[in-house]
T-cell receptor, first 119, second 115 residues
């Protein structure tokens, strides 16, 4: 149980285009989802916390207008990288807090990540 | 602020030997600690967590972790390593920011199991 699906797994596109990444909780409802960015050989950097039905909470230094997050349902959150540039190339990973109570004690379950390459 | 430290960038262990991946924490209040594993080009997989209760926590794939309050440590262990255990391991601690709970991550430790 607690499976998170992330799509696409890899994207290669030209500079200036926008890219949408989807994160779905397949067998549970996820009130809270998280979006991370991971640089090579580094730890995860939290970009934003996404709560269903409300605006995402962005971490300091993350541009809201650059990285648009939509969490419109309990099973889907999307990250759109707008007007992507080569410096946006990275590995993006989503996670969803698992079911159970209290919610704050539940582990996060991760998608398999999206490798974004901007040419 | 909550933090975790993984003092080793890389750990090398021979197959069949016991393994330990170290994690120390710094928190105000009671710690909520987690271990995750990441295989190449994949997301992270949850291994185990400590919230309260027994100091020895058992998790997936034969891993366990020992919570030590006096040493503020939460080391990951396995009695007999497998080559397939080779991966990147992350320790994390729960933190509260505003009304949200999030994880603060260690830098990761690369575990290499040699046949």
């Amino acid at each position: 149980g607690a499976v998170v699906s992330q799509h696409p797994s890899r994207v290669i596109c030209k500079s200036g285009t926008s890219v949408k990444i989807e994160c779905r909780s397949l067998d549970f409802q996820a009130t809270t989802m998280f979006w991370y960015r991971q640089f090579p050989k580094q730890s995860l950097m939290l970009m934003a916390t996404s709560n269903e039905g409300s605006k995402a909470t962005y971490e300091q230094g993350v541009e809201k207008d650059k990285f648009l997050i939509n969490h419109a349902s309990l099973t889907l959150s999307t990250l759109t990288v707008t007007s992507a540039h080569p410096e946006d190339s990275s590995f993006y990973i989503c996670s969803a807090r698992g079911p159970g109570q209290p919610a704050s004690n539940q582990p996060q379950h991760f998608g398999d990540g999206t490798r974004l390459s901007i040419l | 602020a909550q933090s975790v430290a993984q003092p080793e960038d890389q750990v090398n262990v021979a197959e069949g030997n016991p393994l330990t991946v170290k994690c120390t924490y710094s928190v105000s209040g009671n710690p909520y600690l987690f271990w995750y594993v990441q295989y190449p080009n994949r997301g992270l997989q949850f291994l185990l967590k400590y919230i309260t209760g027994d100091n020895l926590v058992k998790g997936s794939y034969g891993f366990e972790a020992e919570f030590n309050k006096s040493q503020t440590s939460f080391h990951l262990k396995k009695p007999s390593a497998l080559v397939s255990d080779s991966a990147l391991y992350f320790c994390a601690v729960r933190d509260k920011k505003g009304s949200n709970y999030q994880l603060i991550w260690g830098a990761g430790t690369k575990l290499i199991i040699k046949p």
